[in-house]
């Protein structure tokens, strides 16, 4: 079964800094660009940054540009995300998705697939 599984969230105070880690089972992430996205209460989801398959291209949206830093270890099939300078207006659940191809649409990866799981909740908050 192929599967991507988020983790690493909690609650942290503004200022603060908190990893994230999308592990993949059932298939090997070498070949795809990865994306993390996010969800905050009431609001659509929306994408956060994106990695390409070698991790030679890495794409941020405006509001995370220079806070955080998307990167990958493909030998354990694994995507970070760092987060640093955290602002309540980050607090959501955050998911990660694994493109059909091995590079990246702006900051999400190209015809991702939405299969999501159940995501890791980031609490910003003093």
């Known amino acids: 079964q192929l599967q991507l599984v988020e983790s690493g969230g909690g609650l942290v105070q503004p200022g603060g800094s908190l990893r994230l880690s999308c592990a993949a089972s059932?298939?090997?992430?070498?070949?795809?660009?990865i994306g993390w996205f996010r969800q905050a209460p009431g609001k659509e989801r929306e994408g956060v940054s994106c990695?390409?398959?070698?991790?030679?291209?890495?794409n941020y949206a405006d509001s995370v540009k220079g806070r955080f830093t998307i990167s990958r270890d493909n030998a354990k099939n694994t995507v970070y995300l760092q987060m640093n300078s955290l602002k309540p207006e980050d607090t959501a659940v955050y998911y990660c998705?694994?493109?059909?191809?091995?590079?990246?649409?702006?900051?999400?990866?190209?015809?991702?697939?939405?299969?999501w799981g159940q995501g890791t909740l980031v609490t910003v908050s003093s």
């Open positions: 990695i390409s398959s070698s991790g030679g291209s890495t």
């Open positions: 998705a694994a493109g059909t191809y091995y590079y990246c649409s702006g900051y999400v990866p190209y015809r991702y697939l939405e299969d």
């Open positions: 059932g298939f090997t992430l070498d070949y795809y660009a």
